[in-house]
């Protein structure tokens, strides 16, 4: 499979990212508020077979020891494919001193653990719509 790694926003069909996202059962918005924080983050990668956009993610940094990564998605015909891990890989590649927090969908926690992530003792959030997070078990 040739894949295509876009390290860039040129060009990105923004509907697809929520239609993608809602496909893997992960939160999305607008597409123009995907735009937005994609073309605001440190790093973006897009991996495209051909035109067909299969995935993407992205990393918000200080640039010098902290990153967390967002918005890691896969065509569900496409996982199991070594694309996820591209994405996750291109990202760390990206921001070498630094180290990385994330979000993990639940399920998805062993697809982290394979690239070396472990689970934190301890992490504190503030979300703006805590009623949802606690319907979906994310928060306590």
Known sequence: MDLIIQKNCSGIDWTLIPEILKMVGMGYHEPALHQKAFENSAVVVFIFQEEKLLGFGRAISDGAYQ??????????????????????????????????????????????????????????????????????????
Request: glycine share 8%; proline share 4%.
């Open 67 to 140: 990153g967390a990564i967002y918005d890691v998605a896969v065509l569900p015909e496409f996982q199991q494919k070594g694309i996820g891990h591209l994405i996750i890989n291109t990202i760390v590649d990206s921001l070498p001193e630094c180290n990385f927090i994330l979000y993990a969908s639940p399920g998805k926690e062993d697809f982290y653990r394979k690239l070396n992530f472990r689970k934190m003792k301890t992490g504190m959030a503030l979300f703006m719509n805590a009623e949802a997070m606690i319907k979906k078990g994310m928060i306590e």
